[in-house]
């Protein structure tokens, strides 16, 4: 498994017993490596560049944690990250980029009958 260079900071938080405040960000695609780890208490952000092998990524980092996950597009690559994903976290939104203004995007949380509900649908009001 490899773990991104941009993750191992939360790996070491991780394995010291902490979490992060907020929700994990994470961006596909080519967005510039984030530095988040210099502040405290913050909002994690993780850069996963097209390169990456999606299948090898290790995500144990993001066990029980609520993600954000910002893509430029929609794609097979984009469904089976968001497939892995749901093994780890408790929820999942994701912005699509080329959908907007549109649609945002779609979100996931544990125990959700639907595979996926769009951001912003009634169904997601009701909840």
Not at 5 to 26: F, I, N, S, T, Y
Not at 95 to 119: K, N, S, T, V
């Amino acid at each position: 498994m490899d773990l991104l260079h941009d993750m191992k900071p939360l790996a070491a938080m991780r394995l010291a017993g902490k979490r992060p405040a907020g929700e994990v960000w994470l961006w596909l695609g080519d967005y510039a490596p984030t530095r988040w780890q210099r502040w405290h208490d913050t909002t994690v952000e993780i850069s996963i560049p097209p390169s990456a092998s999606i299948e090898r990524l290790d995500l144990r980092p993001l066990v029980g944690l609520r993600l954000i996950v910002v893509a430029d597009t929609y794609s097979r690559p984009l469904l089976r990250f968001l497939a892995r994903l749901k093994e780890y976290a408790i929820a999942i939104e994701c912005f699509i980029l080329d959908w907007m203004p549109a649609d945002l995007g779609m979100r996931w949380e544990r125990e959700q009958e639907a595979e996926w509900i769009g951001i912003g649908e009634q169904k997601e009001k009701q909840a």
